[in-house]
């Protein structure tokens, strides 16, 4: 189903998170993207209800009815390597995929779902943060575990692809050769780019890995995993519970997992100060691993709620790669706009992602 290829169609993007749902309104054309509301609704709220605000704020507002409907979907799987129109079959498969990603992957579906209820037969697009690391080279795509693991999809995926994105199309004739993403926020990743494209990122089969968050551990010996099964008796359900919700800043400090919270105790809580130290450091230490692999670096960009507005963290990093000379820059990571343009390129015939 096209959109209307004449003129610009409104299209709602939709970022569904595991206690928030970001959305925007856009007027999208071939060549334009003009938000017409974007609105951010927090807290623990069912999928249907969102998405009924959703409807009603929209309509208090006098704004157009969507012409279409784009999602943020974490985690395609192994089947599912590119942004897509949505059916039946194609939810099927981010049905089966959602194991990699528990966080995300359950919230996305239900407000999916919710969105095909509200707004009928609106064409529905899913967005993956796995596309653009797609074209991963081997050597940075294949986990050391034996070819019949691999051969079941267990491999590198990487996430944050659409931040990612909207930061290659931002930079625009200015993009260089050699760029690290560094997203920060309560999920973090730091992405090498070449001429444009993903060669390497720091998380890996799940958004689980790579730099400390704000409750995921990032990169953990695994016989950590080993240890906690054999000797503590924890299952599957509190192995999960534990590297997702329970580690990273908030379990190096016992605090909180807001850096800005951290922040605000540091100065009389030495496990507060801890946290943030080394969460500076795990983010520096795979900000030089990148610049290895691109074999140099000409601009690191800070993108995501603590690296746009957190310039004490920007800066503790920055100082520790003074060896490494390069410009540096902030800029916003734009994933709904993202998630607006592929919606209307896929729904005109055009193939993205």
């Known amino acids: 189903m096209a959109l209307d290829t004449l003129g610009a169609s409104p299209v709602l993007a939709l970022n569904s998170g595991s206690s928030s749902l970001k959305f925007a309104l856009y007027s999208v054309g071939a060549s334009s993207v003009e938000a017409l509301l974007a609105v951010e609704l927090e807290g623990e709220l069912h999928a249907r209800d969102a998405v009924s605000r959703v409807a009603q704020l929209l309509s208090e507002r006098k704004l157009p009815a969507p012409a279409a409907i784009g999602h943020r979907v974490v985690h395609g799987g192994a089947r599912l390597r590119r942004h897509c129109v949505l059916d039946e079959a194609m939810l099927r498969e981010l049905e089966a ?34 596309a653009f690391h797609a074209g991963l080279p081997d050597v940075a795509r294949t986990l050391p575990i034996p070819r019949d693991l691999q051969a079941q999809g267990i491999e590198r995926y990487g996430f944050h692809g659409l931040s990612c994105e909207s930061i290659v199309r931002q930079l625009g004739a200015a993009l260089p050769g050699r760029l690290v993403i560094a997203h920060l926020g309560s999920g973090a990743s730091i992405t090498a780019v070449k001429n444009g494209r993903s060669i390497d990122t720091s998380m890996s089969l799940t958004p689980s890995g790579g730099v400390i968050m704000g409750t995921r551990c990032g990169d953990l010996d695994p016989g950590i995993i080993v240890y906690l099964l054999r000797e503590k008796k924890l299952d599957a359900a509190q192995l999960e519970d534990l590297v997702n919700r329970r580690c990273g800043l908030l379990g190096i400090s016992g605090i909180d997992a807001d850096m800005r919270r951290l922040h605000e105790a540091a100065w009389s809580k030495d496990a507060a100060q801890l946290a943030i130290e080394m969460f500076c450091y795990s983010v520096r230490k795979q900000v030089a691993a990148m610049a290895a692999a691109l074999e140099g670096l000409d601009l690191l960009v800070f993108t995501g709620g603590i690296g746009e507005g957190d310039a004490a963290v920007r800066a503790a990093i920055c100082d520790g790669l003074s060896w490494l000379p390069c410009p540096v820059r902030v800029l916003p990571a734009d994933e709904e706009a993202q998630i607006a343009r592929h919606t209307w390129d896929l729904l005109n015939g055009i193939r993205v992602g």
Request: with cysteine.
């Open 97 to 130: 995929a959602a194991a990699f990603a528990p966080l995300h992957a359950p919230a996305a579906l239900s407000v999916i779902r919710a969105a095909q209820d509200q707004f009928g037969r609106q064409p529905q697009v899913a967005c993956l943060d796995t």
